[in-house]
């Protein structure tokens, strides 16, 4: 069965509406934008391929550049959609999930997002964060999925279905991660993701169940979504002059990953949580699974280090392990 209260988890979401609604514009923007860029980009394309005599291929490059121009600057805002939106969402999931009130006098938003900037000082180090948990996490799935596939008794096809949604369903741990620093305003956020990690990986048979539960419904609510929203959507690109193809469906997809986000990512992520401190509470990381993760795992003996590097630079004065040149990250600006 589920080991999360159905109860509980819709009462913190309705006490955090405030925030909901502010997911819920930040990604009905983005669906906007797509729809307004591709639309945008389809009418340039006919107006050149209608002078260069190539009418189609204007429509289809113009579509294409308008979808990739949108797509590009939401790569550059991700910082942002992590750092103020899920992030700080997480932090007031967390404070009614334990029945602490929100001060007075402070709105939702401004509240979280100061909370998450106590723990986090900088969006790059809370990236950097985020993108290690998720390789990690992969790390431990990819166990799983080596355990799947050395079992004759099942069919390979079943086999490869079952390893997609578990996949899928590992989407949120990054996140149930980042609200056991916040929970326990832990001050090195490497040392708690560590200690988070090894936690799940401890307890993962009774996390993953509940996590292709949650995921399995989240898939039906997004294809309800889908089948909502393709009709308006293929109605404004009609507009455009942009009829037929695979386009209407493309952001009719982008729609309804976009309002998941907004919706329903957080009823799965506000259960999760609640399965992950229900589950731990108590527990301290098991040895055998941190020395197993070390092994296998480059990403985890990473964590390590700048978790140990956090705590020099703080004792020396400085703060080295931010922003993350070695990972790629963009400069702070």
Known sequence: ?????????????????EFMLF???????????????????????????????????????GVIGGFGIVSGVLYYVREYLLYMVKAGHIAVIMKHLDDEEIPSGKGQIAYAQSIVKERFKEASVLFAVDQIIKKVVKFITGMFEGIMRFLPFIPQPIVKFISAVVKNSMTYVDEIILAYNIKNEI????????????????????????????????????????????????????????????????????????IKAALIDPFAMTALMQVFFKVTEGQEPNPEWEAKLEKGSKKFREMKDKATSWVSSKLGGKDKSSPDAEDGLPPQA
């Not at 069965?1 to 509406?17: E, G, H, Q, S």
């Not at 889908?226 to 690109?237: E, K, N, Q, S, Y």
Request: proline share 2%.
């Open 23 to 61: 997911r819920f514009l930040i990604y009905f923007g983005i669906t906007i934008a797509y729809i307004v860029g591709t639309g945008a980009g389809a009418g340039v394309g006919n107006l050149i391929g209608s002078v260069a005599g190539n009418k189609e291929a204007g429509l289809f490059y």
């Open 1 to 17: 069965m589920i080991d999360f209260n159905l109860k509980d988890v819709f009462r913190a979401l309705w006490k955090t509406k």
């Open 187 to 258: 001050d090195n956020p490497w040392e708690g993701s560590k200690t988070a990690i090894v936690l799940y990986a401890q307890n993962y048979k009774k996390f993953l169940k509940n996590a292709v539960f949650v995921t399995l419904i989240s898939w039906v609510l997004t294809a309800l979504v889908l089948l909502i929203t393709f009709g308006p959507i293929a109605a404004a690109l009609k507009l455009t002059g942009q009829t037929g193809g695979a386009w209407p469906i493309m952001i009719a997809v982008v729609a309804s990953i976009s």
